[in-house]
């Protein structure tokens, strides 16, 4: 059970990382520049979470 929390948790931050790298291409976009920053701090901070679950369960 844990192996696939751990999956699961792996795929959500590889996810994550994409998002953020596609919102940070639109940072200078005339119309989702603010849209994206906002969307890139959140994905930061979920990034943040995920990683911090994953070394609490590789211990």
């Known amino acids: 059970m844990e192996n696939g929390i751990i999956e699961v948790l792996e795929s959500r931050a590889a996810l994550l990382k994409e998002h953020i790298e596609m919102d940070r291409k639109m940072f200078n976009d005339p119309f989702l520049a603010q849209h994206s920053r ?16 994953l070394k609490m369960l590789r211990r």
């Open 38 to 53: 906002g969307r890139v701090a959140i994905e930061e901070n979920w990034l943040e979470e995920t990683e911090r679950l």
